[in-house]
């Protein structure tokens, strides 16, 4: 589909990867832009085409009430996202539900609610931001990857359902972006600018699943293979 134009909504729009993708969008000439955020009252407004819209995963009525507002939408961006760092057998298994809640549940709830006017408004396009660890696992990211696993797999399931209806369905997955939920983490790290930019030229393309940097690209090219090169099993 082509940018020029759309009507996109960005979920998480206020900060980091989402706000990156409000502005690429709005710098390639899309007509409005519906930035969603728990706090909207943060999300740069400065262009008249961005609409601030609270919208929370984990409420539903919010997403309703943002699906009633942006009924004239064709591109619809899931990016909001939480990392709670628990650990699968130790920690609270509510922290481990509000991950899934969050990344599984929440975006899926944003597809059920705002694929009807994707598709009544010719198919338009659904990106759902995912991870390398939607494919493996590391030290303390565990909950966080069952989560992103869950949401792959769902983003594979949705893009078959959406078919019928025109929709492209893309899957985007990187390494570490520059962003508040990864700065304490001391690792290389890319512009979430260029997570945006990838996408959306993916979007253009018609591209199903984007490898932003080196990191995805090369454990997507080793699932093949014994897994014992990601994991140190000797307890140290």
Request: a negative charge; glycine letters at 10%; hydrophobic letters at 40%.
């Given at each position: 589909?082509?940018?020029n134009?759309?009507?996109?909504?960005?979920?998480?729009?206020?900060?980091?990867?989402?706000?990156?993708?409000?502005?690429?969008?709005?710098?390639?000439?899309?007509?409005?832009?519906?930035a969603?955020?728990?706090?909207?009252?943060?999300?740069?407004?400065s262009?008249?085409?961005?609409?601030?819209?609270?919208?929370?995963?984990?409420e539903?009525?919010?997403?309703?009430?943002?699906?009633?507002?942006?009924?004239?939408?064709?591109?619809?961006?899931?990016?909001?996202?939480i990392?709670?760092?628990?650990?699968?057998?130790?920690?609270?298994?509510?922290?481990?539900?509000?991950?899934?809640?969050?990344?599984?549940?929440?975006?899926?709830?944003?597809?059920?609610?705002?694929?009807?006017?994707?598709?009544?408004?010719?198919?338009?396009?659904?990106?759902?931001?995912?991870?390398?660890?939607?494919?493996?696992?590391?030290?303390?990211?565990?909950?966080?990857?069952?989560?992103?696993?869950?949401?792959w797999?769902?983003?594979?399931?949705?893009?078959?359902?959406l078919?019928?209806?025109?929709?492209?369905?893309?899957?985007?997955?990187?390494?570490?972006?520059?962003?508040?939920?990864?700065?304490?983490?001391?690792?290389?790290?890319?512009?979430?600018?260029?997570?945006?930019?990838?996408?959306?030229?993916?979007?253009?393309?018609?591209?199903?699943?984007?490898?932003?940097?080196?990191?995805?690209?090369?454990?997507?090219?080793?699932?093949?293979?014994?897994?014992?090169?990601?994991?140190?099993?000797?307890?140290?």
């Amino acid at each position: 589909m082509d940018i020029n134009g759309s009507i996109a909504l960005v979920t998480g729009a206020n900060r980091g990867i989402g706000k990156r993708y409000v502005d690429e969008l709005l710098a390639r000439g899309a007509a409005k832009v519906y930035a969603t955020a728990r706090r909207p009252e943060l999300i740069d407004a400065s262009d008249p085409r961005v609409v601030p819209l609270y919208l929370d995963l984990l409420e539903e009525t919010s997403i309703k009430e943002a699906a009633a507002t942006a009924q004239d939408l064709t591109l619809l961006v899931n990016n909001a996202g939480i990392a709670t760092g628990a650990n699968l057998l130790t920690s609270d298994t509510d922290l481990i539900r509000t991950d899934l809640e969050t990344h599984l549940f929440g975006s899926l709830r944003t597809i059920r609610a705002f694929a009807p006017l994707l598709g009544a408004n010719g198919g338009g396009a659904l990106v759902n931001v995912l991870s390398l660890l939607s494919w493996v696992t590391g030290p303390g990211t565990g909950s966080y990857s069952v989560a992103k696993a869950a949401q792959w797999s769902m983003t594979n399931g949705v893009r078959l359902e959406l078919a019928a209806q025109k929709t492209l369905v893309q899957g985007v997955h990187l390494g570490a972006a520059d962003t508040d939920m990864m700065a304490a983490h001391d690792t290389p790290k890319i512009d979430p600018a260029d997570v945006a930019r990838a996408s959306l030229d993916g979007v253009q393309k018609g591209t199903l699943e984007v490898l932003v940097d080196e990191p995805s690209r090369y454990v997507k090219s080793t699932l093949s293979g014994d897994p014992a090169q990601f994991y140190d099993l000797s307890g140290n």
